[in-house]
């Protein structure tokens, strides 16, 4: 039998752009023994997680939780919404992106895909001067949702969504706005409500620090409006039922009771910290690793300052550097894991994870990781990343987390 170690001395560092790790918190919350999903026990479970969660999505609205990856919750948005051969205009910001377009043309939709040319719009965020030019273009309203990312995971780029709905509403289209924040969530800033977004995608295993398994729909009255007459075909994704039952608490199949468990130490976690705090420290940590990058005299992937993302940083390798030849030998050195280069980008670049359980220790030893993993492979660097991330840190030093008793 092959012997596969997974478990070297010390803990595993794995900063990729999720999943992220799991709080110790979280993973003991999980192991409760599974419960009756039909018992009066779990329906205080589910009212509290189905009502917690709308803080984060910043609505008041309806959060369906489906036990699926991200990629269900995408499905579920758009089956829920639309119907065979509709319009919708969709925008590349990087792999994501492309992958959801995929998935449009494969539920019969047809797609639209805006963006700017070549490698360009896989460096910047959302145009949305390009979606409202596109919509005034659409006299007849045959595009029936505009879809975009958040926050492009690929990339490292985080899209002005309030931007987006400005967009729509001067082009006086009545188009449905569909966001994935799978990546986004209790990381980056999100409110569904307040920008009007009519169908919100998210997973667990990113800013909410769960495992993979869960995902979710937030859903506006003009989506629900819309799902009563859409016609694509959907039955395990069907809003309505699992609307009804979760008035109680409940699902109509067997939902996925540990991870919901999960869900709501972790959003005892986050609320207990704030949820400004929260995307505070992301904020903070995100900068910190630029200032990294940038000492190395390596380039962001992120071209446009004022949409870096604060969940992970992309860092592009100098012409002829291989970055996952860079990534095995971390990989290996340091036990480390860092997200791969995907579709345009494989093998120009490699992104660090800087979401959900990080701290400042947590960041500075990444860094090392990198800085050391960068010399090994021989990459010539401009100066050392660890010393002026640290630089930083100190020059912008946070709260003190803990107090001790004079
Ligand atoms: C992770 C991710 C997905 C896919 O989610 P899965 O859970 O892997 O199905 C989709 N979009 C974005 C932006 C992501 O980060």
């Not at 990781?369 to 492979?377: D, I, K």
Request: hydrophobic share 45%; glycine share 10%; aromatic share 8%.
């Amino acid at each position: 039998m092959l012997k596969l170690d997974f478990h070297p001395a010390g803990r595993h560092f794995l900063q990729i752009p999720g999943p992220s790790p799991v709080p110790d918190r979280i993973l003991r919350a999980m192991s409760y023994p599974t419960i009756d999903h039909r018992g009066p026990e779990f329906g205080a479970l589910g009212l509290k997680v189905l009502e917690g969660i709308k803080t984060i999505f910043k609505t008041t609205q309806p959060v369906v939780i489906y036990p699926a990856s991200g990629t269900g919750a995408w499905e579920a948005a758009l089956c829920n919404t639309l119907s065979p051969g509709d319009a919708v205009l969709m925008y590349e910001t990087g792999h994501f992106a492309t992958l959801w377009k995929k998935m449009a043309e494969n539920l019969w939709l047809k797609p639209e895909f805006l963006g700017l040319p070549g490698i360009e719009g896989w460096r910047r965020g959302v145009q949305a001067e390009m979606i409202e030019a596109r919509l005034k273009g659409d006299t007849a309203h045959a595009i029936k949702a505009v879809c975009v990312v958040h926050n492009e995971t690929s990339t490292g780029v985080t899209s002005d969504i309030a931007a987006v709905r400005r967009a729509i509403d001067a082009a006086r289209h009545p188009a449905l706005l569909i966001v994935d924040t799978i990546s986004g969530l209790a990381s980056a800033d999100y409110r569904h409500d307040e920008w009007g977004v009519d169908v919100t995608v998210s997973g667990s295993q990113k800013g909410l620090m769960l495992p993979p398994g869960i995902s979710f729909n937030a859903v506006s009255k003009k989506a629900l409006e819309a799902s009563r007459t859409a016609k694509l075909p959907r039955a395990f994704w069907g809003w309505s039922e699992i609307i009804e039952m979760n008035k109680q608490g409940y699902w109509p199949y067997t939902p996925n009771t540990n991870l919901l468990y999960g869900l709501s130490e972790s959003l005892d976690m986050i609320l207990e910290e704030g949820l400004e705090n929260v995307f505070a420290r992301h904020q903070r940590l995100a900068a910190a690793c630029r200032v990294a990058v940038t000492a190395w005299g390596l380039e962001i992937q992120c071209a446009d300052p004022a949409v870096y993302s604060p969940v992970l940083t992309g860092v592009i390798m100098p012409e002829g550097v291989d970055a996952d030849a860079v990534r095995k030998l971390i990989y290996e050195h340091f036990d480390m894991s860092l997200g791969t280069g995907l579709g345009k980008v494989k093998g120009r670049m490699f992104r660090i994870g800087h979401l959900g359980e990080c701290n400042d220790l947590t960041l500075m030893a990444t860094l090392s990781g990198c800085e050391m993993g960068l010399q090994l492979a021989g990459v010539k660097l401009a100066g050392s990343g660890v010393a002026a991330a640290m630089d930083y840190l100190v020059k912008h030093v946070a709260k003190p987390k803990l107090k001790v008793a004079a």
